[in-house]
């Protein structure tokens, strides 16, 4: 009864390459989001989606891209990996609304070499 | 520019030693500031979220407090199992779908 999930909790790739993480949640949730902890272990915000809008944060690459095929589900689709993309990932969600406690997942661990 | 700033970056108690972790935050509107613990390894766990200058919450050795510029943990009588990485952040008014702006943490250890 995981809350929310991603897959793969490991990506070990070469540079270049296009690759993607899963994200699920069973929460109910209509908000997800992408986070990226640097090997400083500093958390910061790449994008928020629901049904609605997509809210990008300025910063983020134009290779990433976040996907829905629903609700419950926001994949993140990164394209042309770098090296400066080695991090881990996690995935959050929570209910709209102000200061809505927000959920995350196990993160993905991902590795450009 | 908002800004969260947490102290210390490390902290080393003795079992039963309590003590306070502070969390910093310059922002142009607050909507809420959040508490997590985030264990090696894993996601961000959620512990408070507290709304308004004077708010308190309390969770088992937990206690974490808000003032117009800054947030207090406190850790009453800790244990081993305590030991992790304390995560504040805020999110703000205006601000978008929700997103969250972290400190860099601070990092627990309590040793028996």
């Known amino acids: 009864d995981t809350a929310v999930s991603q897959t793969p909790k490991y990506l070990v790739t070469q540079m270049g390459n296009d690759k993607s993480i899963k994200c699920e949640q069973n929460?109910?949730?209509?908000?997800m989001y992408w986070y990226k902890q640097d090997s400083k272990k500093f958390l910061k915000i790449m994008f928020s989606?629901?049904?609605?809008?997509?809210?990008i944060n300025e910063t983020v690459p134009n290779r990433f891209s976040p996907k829905s095929p629903d609700k419950a589900h926001l994949n993140l689709h990164i394209n042309s990996l770098e090296l400066g993309d080695s991090a881990v990932y996690f995935c959050?969600?929570?209910?709209?609304?102000?200061?809505?406690?927000?959920?995350f997942g196990p993160g993905t661990r991902l590795t450009v070499l | 520019e908002d800004q969260v700033t947490q102290s210390p970056e490390a902290l080393r108690l003795q079992e039963g030693e309590s003590s306070s972790l502070n969390c910093s935050y310059t922002?142009?509107?607050?909507?809420?500031l959040f508490w997590y613990r985030q264990d090696p390894g894993k996601g961000p766990e959620f512990l408070f979220t507290?709304?308004?200058a004077g708010e308190e919450k309390e969770k088992e050795r937990l206690k974490a407090t808000l003032t117009k510029k800054e947030s207090f943990l406190h850790i009453t009588a800790p244990k081993p199992e305590d030991s992790a990485t304390y995560l504040c952040?805020?999110?703000?008014?205006?601000?978008?779908?929700?997103?969250?702006?972290f400190g860099k943490g601070t990092k627990l250890s309590v040793k028996p």
């Open positions: 959050a969600s929570s209910r709209r609304g102000e200061a809505r406690a927000q959920y």
């Open positions: 929460l109910g949730h209509d908000t």
């Open positions: 989606y629901n049904n609605k809008e997509l809210i």
């Open positions: 922002v142009s509107g607050l909507r809420g």
């Open positions: 507290l709304y308004s």
């Open positions: 952040a805020v999110q703000l008014r205006g601000g978008s779908q929700g997103n969250l702006i």
